[in-house]
């Protein structure tokens, strides 16, 4: 659960500056006029400090309820354009064809593999399974994983 212990505002208040600002990207001095819209006075530099302060304890808690990820993967990479510049998408599915994770990256080698299971890993649990094309780099790249794992 979150403290909001000593703060000036409701807590609905602070979450909703916190959740604006995450989810829509504005400035902190723009989201001071929302906010000023909306009948709360408060200073862009509080709500630099809530966004700083809060955001981590609110991912935290959301990962805490975050539905558990099928113990079987797919895996696959492609190459796509993202603002002019063609990069390539790793991406993981399980078997409700619900994302895992993804990662974009400007290689396709063992090095990116790599660093995608790990982040995948990370995130989501290790797999008991995980189909993947036949790609050396994604193989070398689950090695590498499996290799720090029986360490």
């Not at 602070?14 to 995450?22: E, Q, R, S, T, W």
């Not at 492609?78 to 063609?86: A, E, F, H, L, R």
């Not at 599915?93 to 990370?122: C, G, H, P, W, Y």
Request: aromatic share 14%; net charge neutral.
């Amino acid at each position: 659960m979150i403290s909001f212990k000593g703060v000036h505002f409701p807590k609905e208040v602070i979450l909703y500056a916190v959740f604006f600002y995450v989810r829509y990207g504005v400035s902190y001095r723009d989201l001071e006029e929302i906010m000023e819209e909306r009948g709360v006075q408060v200073d862009h530099a509080t709500l630099n400090r809530w966004v700083i302060n809060y955001s981590p304890l609110i991912s935290a808690e959301a990962k805490k309820s975050k539905r558990t990820v099928a113990t079987s993967w797919r895996m696959d990479e492609t190459y796509i354009k993202v603002k002019g510049k063609w990069v390539y998408l790793y991406r993981a599915v399980d078997k409700f064809d619900d994302t895992i994770d993804f990662m974009l990256s400007e290689q396709r080698d063992e090095m990116a593999a790599t660093a995608f299971f790990k982040q995948a890993i990370n995130n989501n649990g290790f797999p008991h399974k995980i189909v993947m094309d036949k790609s050396g780099a994604n193989y070398a790249g689950i090695e590498n994983i499996n290799m720090c794992a029986t360490s």
